[in-house]
T-cell receptor, first 114, second 117 residues
Framework: QQQVKQSPQSLIVQKGGISIINCAYE??????FPWYQQFPGKGPALLIAIRPDVSEKKEGRFTISFNKSAKQFSLHIMDSQPGDSATYFCAASGRVTSGSRLTFGEGTQLTVNP | DTEVTQTPKHLVMGMTNKKSLKCEQH?????MYWYKQKAKKPPELMFVYSYEKLSINESVPSRFSPECPNSSLLNLHLHALQPEDSALYLCASSQISAAGASYNEQFFGPGTRLTVL
């Protein structure tokens, strides 16, 4: 019940295209869903996050869509650029009163061709 | 300032060495984390400190010893490591607030690339 399943494992998109990465979870206690972007040799950077009281959140070219009934959420990258080429991890966690754990998906390696 | 710093960036050590990894944040976060990340895999949680006290230990071998000297600093002491411990070690921090009010927004440092020979 702690798993977060992420797909696809790898994704190749042309410059200007839309990149879509999907995640699904089982644990209904999860109520915070962040996406992290990681470049080779760097730490993950928090990209965008959503709470289950909204179905969509947009920040610039990045949008999270959230479907609470299906227990799924996805990241859409509009007008994808070569600089977006990185590994993307979805994650989930529950409300915390102390330091707690993020459950990560397995990651998606995105390549945006020029 | 949303920065978590880690030193050193790279570390090469033999299996009999003792070394330490350091992490620092000045965001006023009271939860700090150590993760281990292997290539092409997500970060794996190792330890969590809440209010400078160890709150989660994910059954990590005793050759890894964490320490939280104050609310801004986190250390990971390494001793008698094995080659399979070679990985990127990440530190992260997050807020802790009143019950039910925190969403575990974790900020990661750049990591220390550890190679055990």
């Amino acid at each position: 019940q702690q798993q977060v399943k992420q797909s696809p494992q790898s994704l190749i998109v042309q410059k200007g295209g839309i990149s879509i990465i999907n995640c699904a979870y089982e644990n209904t206690a999860f109520d915070y869903f962040p996406w992290y972007q990681q470049f080779p040799g760097k730490g993950p950077a928090l990209l965008i996050a959503i709470r289950p009281d909204v179905s969509e959140k947009k920040e610039g070219r990045f949008t999270i869509s959230f479907n609470k009934s299906a227990k799924q959420f996805s990241l859409h990258i509009m007008d994808s650029q070569p600089g977006d080429s990185a590994t993307y991890f979805c994650a989930a966690s529950g409300r915390v009163t102390s330091g707690s754990r993020l459950t990560f998906g397995e990651g998606t390696q995105l390549t945006v061709n020029p | 300032d949303t920065e978590v710093t880690q030193t050193p960036k790279h570390l090469v050590m033999g299996m009999t060495n003792k070394k330490s990894l350091k992490c620092e944040q000045h965001m006023g976060h009271r939860a700090m984390y150590w993760y281990k990340q292997k290539a092409k895999k997500p970060p794996e949680l190792m330890f969590v400190y809440s209010y400078e006290k160890l709150s989660i230990n994910e059954s990590v071998p005793s050759r890894f010893s964490p320490e939280c000297p104050n609310s801004s600093l986190l250390n990971l002491h390494l001793h008698a490591l094995q080659p399979e411990d070679s990985a990127l070690y990440l530190c992260a921090s997050s807020q802790i607030s009143a019950a039910g009010a925190s969403y575990n927004e974790q900020f990661f440092g750049p990591g220390t690339r550890l190679t055990v020979l």
